[in-house]
Nanobody, 126 residues
C-alpha cells in the first residue's frame, strides 16, 4: 500500500522560510515522478513543483519559480520542498503526490498523479 506522509508545515511571517518533507512507503521511489500541490480555501488544487526522482529534473509553477526548490533524497525515499521568501498568498494546505510511469515533463495537474498524502498546512502572515 502506497503511503505519502507530509511534514514541516507551520506558521511564518512574510519573507520567512519553511521546508516541507514527503516520506514515502510502499512506493517504488526510483525513476518516477513526484510533486507538490497546494489548495487554499475555496480554490482549486494547484500544482507547485514536480521532480523526476531518476535524474532530479524539476519543473515549477510560475508563481513559485525562484522562491521554492524541490529536491529528492534517494537514500530516504523522501522529497522536499524548500520554500523561501514566503508570501501571504502562499497560505494553503500543501499536498505531496506521486505516480508511476517515469518522467514528469511539465505536468502539474492533479489528474496526472495517482497517490496523495494527507497534507500539511502552511500559513503565512503579513
Amino acid at each position: 500500500q502506497v503511503q505519502l506522509v507530509e511534514s514541516g508545515g507551520g506558521s511564518v511571517q512574510a519573507g520567512g522560510s519553511l521546508r516541507l518533507a514527503c516520506t514515502t512507503s510502499g512506493y517504488t521511489y526510483s525513476n518516477n515522478c513526484m510533486g507538490w500541490f497546494r489548495q487554499a480555501p475555496g480554490k482549486e488544487r494547484e500544482g507547485v513543483a514536480n521532480i523526476y526522482t531518476g535524474d532530479g529534473s524539476t519543473y515549477y509553477a510560475d508563481s513559485v519559480k525562484g522562491r521554492f526548490t524541490i529536491a529528492r533524497d534517494k537514500a530516504k525515499n523522501t522529497v522536499y520542498l524548500q520554500m523561501n521568501s514566503l508570501k501571504p498568498e502562499d497560505t494553503a494546505m500543501y499536498y505531496c503526490a506521486a505516480r508511476y510511469g517515469g518522467f514528469c515533463y511539465d505536468r502539474l495537474v492533479p489528474v496526472f498523479f495517482d497517490y496523495w498524502g494527507q497534507g500539511t498546512q502552511v500559513t503565512v502572515s503579513s
